[in-house]
């Protein structure tokens, strides 16, 4: 479903606009500028964000995407650990959501309908009779503006959007912001911010696929997770919640103790029949400092979420299947990657019994996620 329509693909070789180091720190801290291409009439830049300790972030404003993220292992090797492609016509043509911020409502809409203030709004369906990810041309699949933070302590690229009213069926102008800093500490800091002009719903996140192996080498089964969460949102069988809060406690969905990915995923437990594996929003007990830690022992990396979210979708990649080839032509096969989609619950503008996800004209939307990334 990649719009054609706005795309206009323009290749270029390499081309440095410009680099700016960040003269608070040493010199290794930087962010470089590059341009990847054109589309939408638009330019598109990979920025290149290094820390002190010579890591590497690299982010592109097509979809406010996170590209690559090569951090080290327990031996000091470094690798990439995230979804992304080497070429900007992968990028703008391959899997529409690897690492890309998503929005104007993350997850899913039922049959692409919801009320507000007794007016019927209605979606394109992009997910069989649903709506997914803010619709076919959501925010993974737009140009943003982009500005490097030259005052930041850490490097940082701002993202920011404007999303016109009934863009996607939305009512209301949202002014749409995202803030990526990388820090010494390995933490991608991502702060969101939306402000609308008429009241809408919005539900952001960010859709980045991992694999502590190295992307693209094996599965993640043996990765083992632990994820506060002592609840989690029923689907039914097209994934919409039934609005079921349903405790862990005995399920094969209870990560508050770490278990394997891969331990009880294939058990003839309904949810992970009609999930296809886990495919769930986690209800986050927004207690403990971190909200989820996964660590695979392999190659001894971690990767903690900590968010201010009340949800938080667990993704084993059951739809990957090998045709998308991304950095270094690796095939992204079934289960080779997980996501962490920190955000309010699917469907909540159909229920009344979830966080609301309305905002409000003269409110501001702010939320942040970290993930951040260690050895152990
Ligand atoms: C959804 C999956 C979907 C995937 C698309 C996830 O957020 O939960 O069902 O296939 O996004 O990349």
């Not at 529409?96 to 203030?117: E, M, Q, S």
């Not at 192996?213 to 632990?226: P, S």
């Not at 209800?283 to 979210?309: C, F, H, K, M, W």
Request: charged share 20%.
């Amino acid at each position: 479903m990649m719009k054609n329509r706005l795309l206009t693909l323009t290749l270029v070789t390499g081309a440095i606009v410009f680099a700016s180091c960040n003269q608070s720190s040493k010199n290794k801290e930087m962010v470089k500028q590059e341009i990847y291409g054109t589309t939408q009439g638009k330019e598109v830049y990979m920025f290149t964000l290094t820390n002190k300790e010579g890591n590497v972030l690299k982010l592109t404003n097509f979809g406010a995407k996170i590209n690559w993220i090569e951090v080290p292992d327990k031996n000091g090797n470094k690798d990439n650990i995230t979804f992304g492609y080497d070429t900007f016509e992968g990028t703008i043509t391959g899997d529409k959501y690897f690492g890309a911020v998503v929005g104007r409502y993350a997850n899913r809409i039922a049959k692409g309908k919801f009320t507000l203030d007794g007016v019927e709004n209605n979606l394109p369906l992009n997910d069989g009779p649903n709506t997914l990810h803010g619709g076919p041309a959501g925010w993974h699949s737009v140009v943003w503006n982009a500005e490097i933070l030259k005052d930041s302590k850490y490097p940082a690229v701002k993202f920011t959007y404007v999303s016109p009213d009934m863009e996607e069926g939305f009512p209301g102008t949202v002014n749409a912001e995202v803030v990526y800093t990388w820090t010494d500490n390995n933490e991608i800091v991502m702060d969101y911010k939306c402000t609308t002009d008429k009241k809408t719903v919005v539900n952001v996140t960010n859709h980045a696929y991992f694999n502590l192996h190295g992307a693209g080498n094996g599965d993640i089964l043996d990765h083992v997770l632990t994820l506060k969460a002592s609840a989690f949102t029923p689907i039914d069988s097209v994934m919409i919640p039934t609005g079921e809060i349903r405790p862990v406690a005995g399920t094969p969905f209870d990560f508050t103790t770490p278990h394997a990915i891969g331990e009880r995923i294939n058990e003839q437990y309904n949810q992970l029949i009609l999930g296809k594996g886990y495919d769930h929003n986690f209800v986050l007990d927004n207690i403990d400092p971190v909200d989820v830690t996964v660590y695979d022992s392999a190659s001894g990396r971690v990767l903690e979420v900590i968010t201010d979210q009340p949800g938080m979708q667990f993704y084993t990649g059951n739809f990957l299947d090998g045709t998308q080839i991304g950095h270094g032509g690796k095939p992204y096969n079934y289960r080779s990657g997980f996501c962490l989609e920190s955000g309010h619950y699917p469907d909540s503008p159909n229920h009344p019994n979830f966080p609301s996800t309305v905002l409000n004209p003269g409110d501001t939307l702010k939320t942040q996620t970290i993930y951040r990334f260690s050895v152990r």
